[in-house]
């Protein structure tokens, strides 16, 4: 089955500095590859996602990137800002049989003003 | 809000208690779904429900039972926990196209506590 690995430490960054954030797998590469914000004690909201045939992926301060030669996939928030500071989980959607997503554990972001 | 309600936002309950935890998508999707999610754990997938037929079940304990009645709405009853699956449970609901990217709506999950 697939496993999914994010960095479990919690990333502490200064303000206005870019933040990046790993997500790797196991075995098959996804079809989609897509990134959630979660805020404590609530539920994981959609940010952005990334097809297997794409390199890059913007959105505002948002970037994604997605090697599926490394089974890797970064995530950067560029200029961040305190209000970023949340867990990240990526997920793989693999648009074949099974279409529930596999989640990792989440990387936590402490963006320090 | 997201779309997706859940109720209640907290649960406590004894180990031989019964209860329901519910959700509610206001979003027309077809697809809903159950996660548990523990500290430090990636969300665990419990069961999967499309156009109100079950079509996945992750290997879940028979102490948790879902309930479909229609495509708005989940349940999820609870009958003699144990104190391991005291987790915050998240509902989510998507639109399934059979191909394309398959993006979760999630409510903001019941947080459960077994004594």
């Known amino acids: 089955s697939q496993k999914i690995e994010q960095n479990s430490e919690a990333l502490n960054i200064q303000e206005g500095k870019t933040a990046t954030l790993t997500c790797n797998y196991t075995?098959?590469?996804?079809?989609?590859l897509q990134w959630y914000r979660q805020d404590p004690g609530r539920g994981p909201v959609f940010l952005l996602l990334i097809r297997e045939n794409e390199k890059e992926k913007r959105k505002e301060r948002l970037k994604v990137t997605f090697d599926t030669t490394l089974k890797q996939s970064l995530f950067h928030i560029t200029a961040s800002q305190p209000a970023d500071s949340a867990t990240y989980l990526c997920a793989l959607d693999m648009d074949t049989g099974r279409r529930a997503l596999t989640f990792g554990s989440g990387t936590r972001l402490q963006v320090q003003p | 809000e997201t779309g997706v309600t859940q109720t209640p936002r907290h649960l406590v309950m004894g180990m031989t208690n019964k209860k329901s935890l519910k959700c509610e998508q206001h979003l027309g999707h077809n697809a809903m779904y159950w996660y548990k999610q523990s500290a430090k754990k990636p969300l665990e997938l419990m069961f999967v429900?499309?156009?109100?037929?079950?079509?996945e079940n992750n290997s879940v304990p028979s102490r948790f039972s879902p309930e479909c009645p229609n495509s708005s709405h989940l349940f999820l009853h609870l009958h003699t926990l144990q104190p391991e699956d005291s987790a915050l449970y998240l509902c989510a609901s998507s639109q399934e196209k059979g191909s394309g990217a398959n993006v979760l709506t999630f409510g903001a999950g019941s947080r459960l506590t077994v004594l």
């Open positions: 429900y499309n156009f109100k037929e079950q079509t």
């Open positions: 075995n098959y590469s996804p079809a989609y």
